[in-house]
Each structure stands twice: as C-alpha cells, then as structure tokens.
C-alpha cells in the first residue's frame, strides 16, 4: 500500500462510498493524508444535486479545495438528508405534528430537495408508497412555495428584484422542481442575446433604434416570442416565462412575450421597460443618456428632460415594426383616458404592476379552462397551485404599485382573502406557519385579523388535538354500509371517487343541506354521509343513498395521485386502499 503513488490512491478513494472513505482514512496516516479536500468536494459535487444559497457554492468553487472544509460541508449535508428522512418517516406514521416537523425541515432549504425527489420516486413495491409520495411531494410544493413568495414579497418592498425574476417565481410557485431554475432562464437570456448580435453584421454600428428593432425580429423569425394557435390565448401555461423559454415552440401571451424582450435587450446593453397599456402590453426602449433614440447627440437648446420623450414603443408579440406613439395616445383616447392618466399608461410600468398583471392573466386562464369543462390537469399546471399562487401574489405585493393609498389596498386584499382561505384550507395545510409569517400582518389592523387567527387555530389544531375515533362498535348495525378506501360511483352523475371518511347523518350546515337539497333524497340527512375525493381532485360530501361501490383494476390516476394523504398504497387484489389514519377510523 504504501508503494502506491498518491495519484492512485487517489483515484481509488474517489469511486468508493463515502462511508468506506471515512473507514478507510482511519486506519492509517498515508490513507488518511489521501482522503484531502479535493475527494470531498467532489463527493459534495457527485451525491447532493441542489445547494440552498446560503453555502455560496459558487464562491466555493472558486477557491481551491484546501481552502474550503468540503468534508465538513459533506457530513453537514448528509445530517440535513437524515434529519429529513426521519421527519418525513415520523409524518407517515401519525397524523398529530406534521406542522412543526415540515417547519423543520424546510428551516433547510433547497439542501432537502434531493431526499424528497427520492421519496417521491420510491418504488412501488414500497409499503406505503402512495402516502411516501404524496407527503414529499407536498412538503416539497410547500418549500418552491415559500421561495416564490419571498421573492414577492422583496417586489413589495422594492428590494431590487429584477422582474424575470419576479415572474419566474409563478414557475418556481406552481411548477416547484419541474420549473427551471432561475441561473438557466439567465443563461437562455443570455444566449439568444449572443445569438442575435451575430445574427447580423457590425452590431456594434447600429443606432439604439436599429438594435431594438433587430432584437424584435430576431425573436419572432426564431419563434421565441407570441401564439402560434389564438386557442393559446387560454393556454394557462403561456403565463409563465419558464414554460416560454423551454418548450420547445416558446409560446408566450403579450405580457412574457414583452418580458422576454426587455430581459434580452437588457443583456445587449439596452435599456427596454414593459408597459402595461391597456389590454395589450407593449415594449418601451429609451435612448442612451445625452443621445436621441438613433443615438444622435442631443441639442444643446433640448432639455435633458426630453429623454423621457424619446424613445421607441414595439410589440415583440407580434410585430417587429416600430409602434407610433401617436396611436397608442389615439386608443387611449377611445377608451376615455387622457392627460395625465394617459401619460402614465404609455409610460413604464413598475415590477409590482406587471407581476400582478401576469397573476391576473393566470386567473383568467384558470377560469377559462373550467368554462370550457376542462378539469384535469393535462397542461401540467395544476389549476389549484395556479389559482393560490396568483392569490398569494395579489395579498404580498397589492399595494406596491404607484398611487394606491392604503384603503384601496386593505379593500383589495379583503376581497382576495375568503378566496386564499379556502384553498389553503382544503389543499395547502402546510402553509399554516407561513400565512402567520406574512399574511397576518397584513390584516394586523383590520377586522380580519380574529377571521384569520380563528381559521389558524383551527388549522393548527387539526394538527396538535388527537381526531375524534370513529369506532364502528359505536355505530348502529347497518347506519354506514362503507368504508374508507373503497372507490365508488355515483349513483346519479356518474364520477368516480374515493372514500377518505364518513359521518353518521349529515354534518354540513343547514344552508348546504338546503342548497343541496338534501331533503328530496329517500333518506334525507337523517343517513350517513361520506367525504369523497372524485376523480377531477375536487372533495364532495355525498349522501349513501348516492353511492354505489365498485371495484376498479386500477383507479383512475388523479385519485391515484391524490390517496397518499389519507392511504399507504393501493391494495388491487382486494380492489381497495390501505388506510394510514387508522388513530382515526381504526376498524377501516
């Protein structure tokens, strides 16, 4: 051994397992002196994909491996993957805690993607493997959630945050680990700018008109910007800037279209702004300091004041030809907005004002895609995490956006919250820490704050108090035919779904039992009811006198997807699943 030359010894540490290379380094000082730095960093490199910004990898990567403990950072990294994997383990086995233990683990940041992303691909031979997915899913949604937000809520505070950013972060709210990453969207940005400076000859000659106007038909013949179907226009997707830029026919509606353009012009030293004109956002790309928009010096008798005149308005969605400001004052005026209202509308609008836009455009789009009857979630966005991402957007940054005085703002965000509310109360359990962070203190002084601190403590007291038992020994021979994880039909619209619990007789108020007349069944309230998840997502309170059992091969995927939160795994020899809230229904 110790003729070997260190180069070998080297290699040789370099492909075994890093227990082995601890093992190893302690049984003698040549093995030992082997193992440096550089085997570590590698390790750190080779086994953890993702690194929270907090260790300043890129810093690190800089320096050379003796100046950086990398083993350290390495033994560090492999507590955070074990300490994740136990809170992930204690959330399966019992339904009290889960609030603090993903509080836990998310206090990690993105150092806890790697195990999650395991968790989430666990075979499906693993016993519980439907609640191992769905519970590491979840916390993983709650962590690109919580990254989303703090970007908001650095617009709202005007802390600099470029609005590629700003908008990338609906990427990183609803799409998490499918979204690409921000240092990839400035890279693209980065390389269609190299690529349109050598899509033509002297760049560096052209006036600031010339190179806008070069820019806007690079993207459009490369078809990096607009529609290509007017269907698309209700295409959810094309709201968010990281689907544009990576799919590969990049479509985009006018909001990202404009983006796009504006971060591009920004990379080849221009300086382009979004404006939100009224239905349809255009560009606006201002002369160089001292020169007019063909970078002609100006006038000693023309005021400096006068840049804000000289610019040039484009519609990258569509058009690479200049806009004349002219007819953009002109439907202004048809639309009644004139003077200093009209000066604002062709002017820039600010990050706050555009973010909120984009929110809006996917709200709308959400909207339309139910109007059309279309419930899943074949586009990969999830309409839920679409629709509470814009919610969220609209309560952090409403109110940074210029002249809106704080009733407006408070009257904004009272009408956004019963909306928040009732998604985070159905589907986003886990933000429960995150709204008393940053939702609260939004309301502090209004009415709203006992509505919110009483829908808080009931979440959180789902979660510490020990749910009711539900013994059939206490329930009446026959009262509750079913039971949990049995997937039924309804008798009378035909939807499949999945049995997740049961009431006795109705415990829905009388202003549902009445909407819903529930009196014109044979058995009115007065029969056990059932909760239900069916297989568009949506959770429905149905009566047994609607439900028929059935035993399917295989149930349909999106109940598949969504029984982790109640089961451990589907069991198709019996045609049911196995139930993981047992400390709550423990003879289902």
């Known amino acids: 051994m110790q003729s070997l030359p260190s180069e070998i010894l080297l290699q040789i540490l370099g492909n075994l397992p890093a227990e082995s290379v601890v093992a190893c380094s302690a049984t003698s000082k040549q093995l030992r002196r082997a193992a440096d730095q550089s085997i570590w960093r590698q390790r750190c490199l080779d086994d953890f994909g993702e690194w929270d910004q907090r260790h300043n990898l890129p810093d690190l990567l800089k320096k050379s491996s003796s100046e950086v403990d990398w083993r350290g950072l390495y033994v560090s990294r492999c507590g955070v993957h074990r300490n994740t994997q136990r809170a992930l383990d204690a959330i399966l086995s019992q339904q009290l805690g889960r609030l603090d233990r993903v509080r836990s683990v998310i206090d990690y940041g993105i150092d806890i993607e790697d195990v999650l992303i395991k968790n989430i691909n666990a075979s499906t031979k693993t016993p519980d493997v439907l609640a191992r997915r769905w519970y590491a899913k979840a916390i993983l949604g709650r962590l690109h959630r919580e990254r989303a937000i703090r970007i908001w809520t650095e617009v709202a505070n005007d802390g600099g945050i470029k609005l590629i950013k700003a908008l990338h972060a609906f990427d990183v709210f609803v799409r998490g680990e499918q979204a690409p990453s921000f240092t990839n969207i400035e890279a693209i940005l980065q390389r269609h700018a190299d690529r349109c400076t050598s899509s033509v ?5 052209l006036s600031t008109r010339d190179k806008a106007i070069t820019l806007a038909q690079y993207l459009l013949e490369n078809g990096l910007v607009g529609l290509r179907d007017e269907h698309d226009f209700s295409d959810v997707r094309n709201s968010f800037i990281g689907h544009a830029l990576t799919h590969d026919e990049h479509p985009s509606l006018q909001l990202i279209s404009t983006a796009i353009f504006c971060g591009v012009a920004e990379r080849l030293g221009l300086t382009a702004k979004v404006c939100g004109f009224p239905g349809h956002v255009v560009a606006i790309v201002f002369a160089q300091d001292g020169l007019d928009i063909d970078d002609r010096p100006l006038g000693e008798n023309q005021s400096r004041s006068r840049q804000n005149d000289d610019r040039l308005y484009l519609d990258p969605f569509q058009s690479y030809h200049e806009k004349p400001v002219a007819e953009l ?10 003077g200093e209202d009209a000066e604002k509308a062709i002017g820039p609008s600010s990050d706050a004002e555009i973010v909120l836009r984009c929110g809006r455009n996917i709200i709308t789009a959400v909207q339309a895609r139910h109007q059309r009857g279309i419930l899943s979630n074949d586009s990969g966005i999830d309409s839920n995490d679409a629709l509470y991402g814009a919610l969220w957007c609209f309560l952090i940054v409403t109110g940074a956006e210029p002249d809106v005085d704080s009733a407006s703002m408070l009257a904004r965000r009272r009408s956004y919250l019963p909306h928040f509310m009732d998604r985070f109360e159905h589907h986003y359990p886990f933000d429960a820490h995150l709204l008393v ?9 209004s009415e709203e704050r006992q509505y919110l601190r009483n829908k808080l403590r009931d979440a959180m007291g789902k979660d510490s108090i020990p749910p009711s038992l539900k013994l059939r020994a206490d329930v009446p021979a026959g009262a509750v035919r079913y039971r949990i994880g049995q997937v039924v039909q309804h008798a009378r619209y035909s939807y499949r779904g999945l049995i997740y619990g049961w009431d006795i007789e109705c415990t829905a108020s009388e202003t549902w039992i009445q909407m819903m007349d529930v009196g014109s069944l044979r058995r009115g309230h007065q029969q056990s009811f059932y909760h239900i998840i069916d297989n568009d997502g949506s959770t429905r309170y149905v009566a047994e006198d609607n439900i028929q059992i059935i035993k399917p091969v295989t149930p ?19 045609g049911v699943f196995v139930s993981n809230i047992r400390d709550e229904y423990p003879d289902d």
């Open 556 to 574: 349909p995927p999106v109940i598949l997807a969504a029984a982790g939160q109640w089961f451990k795994r589907w069991d198709s020899e019996n």
């Open 201 to 205: 000859r002297d760049w560096d000659d």
């Open 329 to 338: 004052r002109l439907s202004l005026r048809q639309l009644g907005i004139t």
């Open 437 to 445: 962070d940053l939702i609260c203190p939004l309301f502090n002084t």
